[in-house]
């Protein structure tokens, strides 16, 4: 028997991302589920005594956003931590460290997000920081969350004052003097100084690709949960209903699990199993038994994570030639021929395969893994591609490849400074990077995405970023119209995920998973889309952001 009618939006601008029907006025959903989308005549025909109308007034209603590569728990955990983006100089960030640690007198490392590689002009050292605060521990992560610096309490705290030995790419910077400098460059380097926070646990799966043990206790257990919720209603203001969380592990999925029984999980959750370079292909049973264990329609796994690579402001992004004035490469994560036989293990389990692969060196050896693989109907994907050698272009397509790539992560496109362009890239290849619409018309699917925290996760000054990008000098211009744009983060998003089945359009028989938008996106001016509020988020049927009162509590 069809749900009931429980609710209509009406008098809306609906894109609907279906091209059966891509434009309607209306839709009415009831239990979890679209149930009409037509014009109002249509659809407000349903209402019947104890169906809420909401009148949209000429706002714009989309698919809930799929947001394609964030990390949900690190991000949640976050936002209590101190902010650092867009504050430069020695002087302003003694002040704003020195206020945090008098209102946190009792945390064993003052942690700061967001700290710019060029924060003080020139590499900071632990001597930096122990003249912002010596007594007691102190660290700020940059916004890549590749490279973390500490001054010497924390580092004495950690252990790694005099160094430590370290797996290949991650690196524990020493200075002359035999001591180490304060720069800890990719995870294992900086995890002893991040788990004076008592909280490693939580980044168990992008770390190690382990489970904490001892496993969590129910106390525990609710503490993490605090710290999932506030970065779900954090997603919830932005409109996003679902999300390809790029880290975690089977504890991950556990806590949403809990969540959703409690009635506390307001977004589809997909969740990864990480392979890690040290780990035998037996390992992947882990990953199948996960793939088994969670296949609701809120928490789901089915996706291998790997890193191939770091990041360019390191120069651990793994490059085909030399970095601008250096004879540094950087280097793979893992051996060629080994990717190969680790692609096709995990395709031969049904399972996808994700990749952090930044540079170019990256990108091929991560193609070339695909390819071995020979099985597009996963829908393989690679994150970021931020250089790309063009012989590699067409491959993506070609071989059903999504493009996983973050409209805010362009240098001068949102937050990040050009700077970094004319650090990294030779100025001859920025007609190699950041590419989108090329990929795009070269045949690869499109995915959108933040990578909340490493960018803010607003969905709506990600897709600014897209339309405003300003191509750099001498170069192509990379953008996609609007509607790629939201279809990238919408049933572009589903699509790459394997949940359109579910999600991503507005269509009969899907879920009812819809943001309202503050107006009429096809008339604001791209250059203010980023201001532009996000009214009502709809999750499941459920009312998860109404920041007009526009229904009230619900579900």
Known sequence: ????????????????????????????????????????????????????????????????????????????????????????????????????????????????????????????????????????????????????????????????????????????????????????????????????????????????????????????????????????????????????????????????????????????????????????????????????????EWVTSGFVKMFMDGVVDSRTAYMLHDYPGTTERGAPLFEHARFKEICQEISRRDLQIAVHAIGDGAVRQTIDGYEAAGRPDLRHRIEHIELIDRADVPRLGALGITASVQPPHPPGAMDFPMSTMEHVFHPHRWKDAYLTRTLAEHGAPLAFASDWPVTDVSVMRGIQAALTRVPYDGCQDERVDLMAVLRAYTAGGAWAAHLEGLTGMLKPGLAADLVLIDGDIEAIPPQNLGQTGITLTIAGGRVTHDAENLVGPSG
């Open 1 to 296: 028997m069809t749900a009931a009618a429980e609710m209509i939006i009406t008098n809306a601008k609906v894109l609907t991302m279906d091209e059966a029907r891509p434009r309607a006025e209306a839709v009415a959903f009831g239990g979890g589920r679209i149930l009409a989308v037509g014009s109002r005549a249509e659809v407000e025909a349903l209402a019947a005594p104890g169906v809420r109308v909401v009148d949209a007034g000429g706002r714009t209603l989309l698919p809930g956003f799929v947001e394609s590569h964030l990390h949900l728990v690190l991000g949640g955990n976050e936002l209590s931590q101190l902010q650092l983006g867009g504050v430069s100089g020695f002087d302003e960030l003694a002040r704003l460290f020195r206020a945090y640690a008098a209102k946190n007198p009792g945390l064993p490392l003052l942690m700061a997000q967001g700290a710019a590689y060029e924060i003080l002009g020139r590499p900071v050292t632990r001597q930096d920081l122990d003249r912002v605060i010596a007594d007691r521990p102190i660290a700020m992560m940059a916004p890549d969350h590749h490279t973390v610096w500490a001054n010497t309490a924390a580092l004495q705290a950690a252990g790694l004052l005099h160094g430590a030995a370290m797996p290949a790419g991650h690196v524990v910077v020493m200075g002359a003097d035999g001591t180490a400098t304060g720069e800890l460059l990719e995870f294992e380097a900086f995890s002893p100084v991040l788990a004076l926070t008592g909280d490693l646990h939580l980044q168990m799966g992008i770390a190690t690709g382990g489970e904490p043990s001892p496993w969590p206790d129910a106390a525990q257990r609710a503490k993490d949960k605090e710290k999932v919720a506030a970065g779900l209603a954090h997603c919830a203001m932005h409109g996003i209903t679902s999300m390809v969380n790029m880290d975690g592990n089977r504890y991950t999925c556990v806590l949403l699990k809990e969540m959703e029984a409690e009635g506390r999980l307001t977004a589809r959750v997909k969740v990864p199993f990480h392979f890690k370079p040290h780990m035998e292909l037996s390992e992947l049973d882990r990953a199948s038994a996960m793939a088994a264990e969670f296949t609701g």
